[in-house]
């Protein structure tokens, strides 16, 4: 039995440790400790979730219900926890102040097992309808009378959604292999898995019951696959000598969704794999007509204005994934989802068909849709011809194309040179990344009123494990958009800075990593500023960066690498 105290511990040391080395044998101990069932769980803690993330779940409990658990474990009243909160900053922090100083000894103190602990979470997360409130509470008191300060300060933290240890999900699949294998040998078969499935808890049990298991992994209905990610480059002529002949496509700028069908049960699933299916009530109803039993199937969803016969640029495409007014919106704003992709039919793992082949399942299946269509696509073999495809896609009004090798396999959770992007470039700009918000700053001058002056931007480097820093970035906002910004950062500051971020530059405020900006820019430098790639010394930074949009649909998983900065580095010094 696997003890939270042991686990605590653990979460300890690796919030003050930053090489990813020390936390994969951290945690490998930990895991070696695991049952089936305890490995699960301990994965999902370190997640910071309940369930994966398509079932939804969470523990429906703010920063009030939290506080108020706090004063009644401890005995203090509510304005004094309130009080040293907001000198504190951090929840967590606070219960471990308070659970030093409790004023009431708990009659039963036991020692709290991980299996107990989250169970718990469980049931909190559970509790609905009236009288749901005070039974969390409850539950919530329950488990800080029995934990010592230390679990006190995760406990808290975990229901209130702020963990933040810094342990990515490569981190987590590395630590399982070692406490398995004694090294990473077992990484790769534990990843392919991981990316048909998304269900990082599911992989642990499975694995820690039979690991020959997980070699036969396959995908299957409700369970969605990590998406294939697109690679770059800069021209038609590097793309047709990467690909040869292939397959040209729009590149529609809306968003992204994997639609899974089995019978009559009919679910959707946004780029971060999150359920959409209650917001777009159409798009159900026409899968649910489909004539195929079993069916998943991604596309690119835009909003089409009735009234005026177009489609509604992304910004406002976005306004269909709402929670409220659905029924008005999908008869004003219908959405047509553009099918780009098939991984499951009737039964069949689609994904290692070549995608030649799978295009032609598409074309037979959507090509009469109203609704659900093909998207549209060309084959050709020649950069004239490509050119001549992305040139008409811009006319169009849309953002570029994207060219796909024929003969490769759905690269589920990978970004491989199985879809190549071609955008249209903003300005005179090279490029833009995806970047993650990690900081921002209080504005000058007129900035000063919406308190927004910009925010500090980074990439991610998938070998250390570290957020590195590419720009400040202070235009592109508009004036409403200054005070979204505002509005969303000032909810998710944090008294430190995330725990994997490498950083040589101050902000007026830390944020939680979440929010991802696409960023347009005139060319990389090199900065003794900023991190990117740095390896001590000069890093890459972008030069006249500017916020183009705010990527709602994407997540932390997919912003851009330190390495594709060095490779669009590289290929700006060939130009
Ligand atoms: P990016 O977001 O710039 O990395 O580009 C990849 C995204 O383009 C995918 O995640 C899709 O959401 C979107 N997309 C639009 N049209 C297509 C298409 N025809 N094939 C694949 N992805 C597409």
Redesign the pocket.
């Known amino acids: 039995m696997l003890l939270f105290r042991d686990v605590c511990a653990a979460f300890d040391v690796i919030e003050s440790k930053s090489g990813r080395l020390e936390m994969t044998d951290l945690l490998a101990e930990l895991f070696k400790k695991c049952t089936p069932k305890e490995a699960a769980y301990l994965c999902y803690l370190i997640q910071g979730i309940i369930a994966p993330p398509y079932e939804g779940i969470d523990l429906g409990m703010g920063e009030r219900f939290a506080l108020a658990a706090i004063a009644s474990a401890t005995g203090y009243p509510s304005f004094e926890v309130e009080k040293h909160f907001k000198k504190s900053g951090d929840l967590g922090d606070t219960a471990t102040e308070f659970s030093k100083k409790k004023k009431q000894l708990s009659l039963l103190s036991n020692d709290l097992s991980l299996e107990y602990v989250f169970e718990t979470f469980q049931k909190i997360s559970k509790a609905s309808g009236s009288g749901s409130q005070e039974l969390k509470i409850k539950l919530l008191v329950e488990l800080l009378n029995n934990s010592d300060p230390l679990e006190a300060r995760y406990i808290i933290r975990f229901v209130n959604g702020s963990l933040r240890l810094g342990v990515g999900d490569p981190t987590i699949l590395d630590a399982i292999s070692v406490s398995h294998a004694g090294n990473k040998s077992m990484r790769e078969q534990l990843e392919r898995a991981y990316n048909v499935c998304s269900d990082l808890g599911l992989i642990a049990k499975s694995f820690f019951t039979s690991p020959s298991s997980i070699a036969s992994f396959h995908v299957s209905p409700f369970k969605p696959l990590m ?1 294939a ?2 690679e770059r480059l800069n021209t038609p002529k590097e793309i047709i000598e990467k690909l040869g002949e292939c397959i040209v ?8 969704m994997q639609c899974h069908k089995s019978g009559d049960r009919v679910e959707m699933y946004s ?1 971060k794999l999150e359920r959409m299916t209650p917001m777009l009530p159409e798009v159900v109803e026409a899968i649910r007509n489909l004539p195929q039993k079993e069916i998943i199937f991604e596309g ?1 969803a835009l909003a089409y204005d009735v009234s005026k016969k177009r489609y509604l640029p992304f910004q406002q495409t976005m306004h269909r994934r709402r929670k409220h007014g659905i029924e008005a919106a999908s008869k004003d704003y219908p959405l047509r989802v ?1 099918v ?2 098939i991984l499951y039919l009737d039964g069949k793992d689609m994904t290692d068909a070549p995608y030649a082949d799978r295009r032609k399942t598409i074309e037979k299946l959507f090509l009469k849709g109203k609704l659900l269509m093909p ?1 549209e696509a060309k084959k050709l073999k020649t950069a004239t011809a490509l050119e001549a495809v992305f040139d008409a896609s811009l006319s169009a009004g849309l953002e570029g194309i ?1 060219a796909k090798d024929l003969a490769a396999p759905y690269a589920a959770g990978k970004r491989k040179f199985a ?1 190549i ?1 071609l ?1 249209k470039s903003y300005g005179k700009s090279v490029d833009t990344i ?1 970047g993650v918000i990690v900081g921002y700053y209080l504005g000058l001058g007129q900035r000063a009123e919406f308190e927004f002056g910009g925010v500090l931007v980074c990439v991610y480097n998938p070998q250390s494990g570290k957020l590195e820093t590419v720009a400040k970035v202070a235009s592109g906002f508009s004036e409403s958009e200054m005070k979204q910004m505002q509005e969303l950062l000032s909810r998710i500051k944090t008294p430190k800075p995330p725990a994997n971020l490498d950083c040589k530059i101050a902000v007026d405020f830390w944020v939680e990593p979440k929010y991802v900006v696409e960023v347009a820019f005139d060319e990389l430098t090199q900065s003794p500023n900023h991190t990117c790639n740095s390896k001590g010394g000069k890093g890459l930074a972008l030069r006249f960066p500017r916020v183009v949009k705010l990527r709602e649909d ?1 997540g932390l998983s997919e912003i851009t690498t330190s390495d594709e900065v060095v490779s669009m580095f590289e290929l700006q010094r060939g130009k």
């Open positions: 998406p990610l697109a496509e729009n590149k529609y700028d809306g968003f992204r780029r690119e553009f780009f992709d998207s994207i879809w992007k955008k995806d994407k």
